[in-house]
């Protein structure tokens, strides 16, 4: 069995996929499959990819429903006792990003930092504790993410309801339980691609209301507690 699954879905990617491709073809760890979902590109997307054939241990070319059931399906098709999805246009932050990873402490979810549009952007740190009130208001992207196989599985992988935040409900849904050990990788391990379908214009408004779904569903509690522990504050400060 591998250390890692690397999967890579992709629609119409001609202009970002090289890069990559290059990401994960330098990486020095060589523990890891590289699976790669293609939705039936028409850009020469797959002409590209099959540059990269040998390096890759399972590609599929086919309709899917969404960019969710590409990532499941590639899930489904993994070994690995890790999964992480470094999608079409995304990029790992340095040939040593597996290694890094692989050197973390054994948890189920472990998770590292992400540049923000490229190398030279700005370095998104995350926290160490990422409890529920770190997620009522921010996420970890799933391309510094590194899920425990079995753990994908048994939580059920992506909600494929959702077209843009199923990343974030996933992660809500594991860690809200605080039953998920997890891990802080102290590195960068991705870059993140700025001009992604979840950050276009278009989608904020889509993506808006699927937070508000996942806050109400997972949060709601808590965001009960947090205003009342507010108002008890500002009740004892009144008081003087």
């Not at 540049?115 to 998104?124: H, I, P, T, V």
């Not at 009522?136 to 059920?156: C, D, V």
């Amino acid at each position: 069995m591998k250390r890692f699954s690397v999967i890579t879905v992709c629609l119409n990617e001609a202009k970002s996929i090289r890069a990559t491709c290059d990401s994960i073809c330098r990486q020095s760890f060589k523990d890891f499959e590289w699976i790669v979902i293609d939705g039936a590109s028409t850009d020469g997307t797959k002409e590209l990819l099959n540059e990269y054939r040998s390096s890759i241990h399972l590609l599929v070319s086919e309709p899917d429903k969404g960019i969710y059931n590409a990532m499941n399906k590639g899930a489904s098709k993994a070994t690995g006792t890790y999964i992480i999805f470094m999608n079409g246009g995304d990029c790992f932050a340095s040939s040593e990003a597996l290694e890094l990873a692989s050197q973390a402490k054994s948890a189920q979810l472990l998770y590292g930092d992400v540049y923000l549009g490229n190398q030279n952007g700005e370095l998104e740190i995350y926290p160490n504790i990422i409890g529920p009130g770190y997620l009522l208001n921010k996420m970890i992207p799933h391309q510094s993410t590194f899920y425990e196989r079995a753990t994908f599985e048994a939580f059920g992988g992506y909600d494929e309801s959702f077209e843009i935040a199923a990343d974030y409900d996933l992660n809500a849904r594991l860690l809200e339980t605080e039953s998920v050990s997890y891990c802080h990788i102290l590195h960068p391990i991705a870059i993140f691609d700025l001009k992604g379908i979840s950050n276009s214009k278009d989608f904020r408004s889509l993506r808006k209301q699927e937070n508000h779904r996942i806050r109400k569903k997972y949060f709601k509690n808590y965001r009960y507690s947090m205003k009342c522990l507010r108002q008890e504050i500002t009740n004892f400060i009144s008081r003087g």
